[in-house]
């Protein structure tokens, strides 16, 4: 058993936590692990900074070792409802569902109002191909709360995967003018351009696809590897990747070849990248 630490030493590990913050919110990511680190070796049972060390490491792309991270922090504060949905979350990313669906749905039980948690779960369900209860939880998700953008473009990409035409369209021109605001007042927002492009693909606008794809490769990509908003996470290679098979579906083949190599060249062990690159047939 770790003896108590100190009032001093509590207040010292708080003051690293704080700093931290701090350094996440100027987008100054590898000096906040640093300061979040000195904060447990004070203290090494900080829940709470365990969990921090998770959210940064999940925004840096580096998900395995954010796994790891909110695994430690729910084993000091098993009910911790965050550490219980963010494990969830970045398992997910790994592919690990039911896992995941395990920790959410005890999130969800610890915290029946983080309606939020609906949309993670359907999401995986979609993953997994069970498209009726995934459009289930989506649904459940946007009526508690309409403005849950990430889960009205999953809900669309599930309705797509039915055939469900029409209902996905109007699904993926909310998304649009969603993140068509966010991006007037943020025009540098990657992560719009991204899901705007993507929807856009989806639905056959293949001029505005591309429009504003080309941007989300382009904004922030020197200091931002890995986009991490609204809950979900993709990287530039994903951007690289999407891109392509607009450029693909316009007839630029040479482009298209060489975007798809660009993603795979980030994050060569993505199955989905090279099937992307097979089904294209480049």
């Not at 840096?60 to 965050?82: C, F, H, I, W």
């Not at 068509?180 to 540098?188: I, S």
């Not at 429009?211 to 809950?231: M, N, P, Q, R």
Request: proline share 2%; charged share 25%.
């Amino acid at each position: 058993m770790v003896a108590p630490i100190s009032i001093e030493d509590r207040d010292r590990a708080n003051q690293h936590l704080d700093s931290s913050i701090s350094l996440s919110m100027c987008g100054k990511l590898d000096q906040a692990v640093v300061e979040i680190k000195k904060a447990i070796a004070i203290d090494p049972e900080f829940a709470q900074a365990h969990n921090k060390l998770g959210d940064y490491l999940m925004k840096m792309g580096l998900v395995k070792k954010a796994v790891d991270a909110y695994t430690r922090s729910l084993e000091l504060a098993p009910n911790n409802q965050n550490s219980n949905f963010d494990l969830g979350c970045s398992l997910a990313h790994l592919g690990r569902y039911e896992e995941a669906l395990e920790y959410l749905q005890k999130a969800l039980q610890l915290k029946p109002s983080h309606t939020e948690i609906y949309g993670h779960i359907g999401r995986i369900l979609m993953m997994r191909g069970e498209l009726e209860e995934a459009i289930t939880n989506l649904n459940r998700a946007i009526e508690a709360n309409p403005e849950d953008i990430m889960s009205s473009f999953t809900l669309a990409c599930a309705y797509n995967m039915l055939g469900e035409t029409e209902k996905a369209t109007r699904l993926f021109n909310k998304v649009i003018g969603r993140y068509g605001d966010l991006v007037a007042v943020k025009k540098r927002f990657a992560e719009g351009h991204y899901y705007i492009g993507r929807s856009y693909f989806i639905i056959g606008n293949l001029t505005e696809a591309l429009k504003h794809l080309e941007k989300a490769v382009e904004y922030d990509t020197e200091d931002v590897d890995y986009h991490y908003s609204f809950g979900m996470l993709y990287s530039d290679a994903d951007a690289f990747c999407s891109l392509a098979e607009v450029q693909h579906a316009l007839g630029s083949h040479s482009e298209a070849r060489e975007n798809v190599q660009k993603a795979i060249a980030l994050e060569p062990h993505n199955q989905r990248f090279s099937k992307v690159k097979s089904q294209l047939g480049i």
